[in-house]
T-cell receptor, first 111, second 116 residues
Framework: NAGVTQTPKFRVLKTGQSMTLLCAQD?????MYWYRQDPGMGLRLIHY???????AKGEVPDGYNVSRLKKQNFLLGLESAAPSQTSVYFC??????????FGPGTRLTVT | AQTVTQSQPEMSVQEAETVTLSCTYD???????LFWYKQPPSRQMILVIR??????QNATENRFSVNFQKAAKSFSLKISDSQLGDTAMYFC?????????????FGKGTHLIIQP
């Protein structure tokens, strides 16, 4: 039982490049979330999903897209990376939507 | 929208002492949960303790306990017999139950340092 895993763990992008972050969970959770964490800040919600095939915007969705084609996977895409997207990205999942289990995070640097 | 405020950016105590981290929140919701998460240098987010707003009894988990004051919208975390492994960032988080699939709202965190 791996819990919540994130791929990759680290990534460096140049401005304008695109990439996809993968989140996978093996707990059969309905709800999945993407957060970003910046220095001196708590985590902020980017997008979330309440089930396969559904997604919704969170607090800071601009510049990101998401997809939930399979229940166990939640993908976060950056179509044209900007330095302001340099951050640590966390994925989380939950069954009852209040107790969330977090992945180990992905550190993304955009130069 | 709800907000979570942690007014102590950093705290430092000696090992074995008791320390209290403060958190206040603002919401118009009546049904919600509050959490404390720990983030050690490994950056993994670890759930420390959870409090349901409808419960009057304060939650406890071993050395960790909360003081939940619903009317004052205050949710402090007390760590007893602090240990070196308690050194970490601590985040207070809010979750509203009705329509709450839109995720947790976090405070900015308190960096707790346990000195040997």
């Amino acid at each position: 039982n791996a819990g919540v895993t994130q791929t990759p763990k680290f990534r460096v992008l140049k401005t304008g490049q695109s990439m996809t972050l993968l989140c996978a969970q093996d707990m059969n959770h309905e709800y999945m979330y993407w957060y970003r964490q910046d220095p001196g800040m708590g985590l902020r919600l980017i997008h979330y999903s309440v089930g396969e095939g559904t997604t919704a915007k969170g607090e800071v969705p601009d510049g990101y897209n998401v997809s939930r084609l399979k229940k166990q996977n939640f993908l976060l895409g950056l179509e044209s990376a900007a330095p302001s997207q340099t951050s640590v990205y966390f994925c989380a999942s939950s069954h009852l939507s209040y107790e969330q289990y977090f992945g180990p995070g992905t550190r993304l640097t955009v130069t | 929208a709800q907000t979570v405020t942690q007014s102590q950016p950093e705290m430092s105590v000696q090992e074995a002492e008791t320390v209290t981290l403060s958190c206040t929140y603002d919401t118009s919701e009546s049904n919600y949960y509050l959490f404390w998460y720990k983030q050690p240098p490994s950056r993994q987010m670890i759930l420390v303790i959870r409090q349901e707003a409808y419960k009057q009894q304060n939650a406890t988990e071993n050395r960790f306990s909360v003081n939940f004051q619903k009317a004052a919208k205050s949710f402090s975390l007390k760590i007893s017999d602090s240990q070196l492994g308690d050194t970490a960032m601590y985040f207070c988080a809010f979750f509203r139950v009705v329509g709450g699939a839109d995720g947790l709202t976090f405070g900015k965190g308190t960096h707790l340092i346990i000195q040997p």
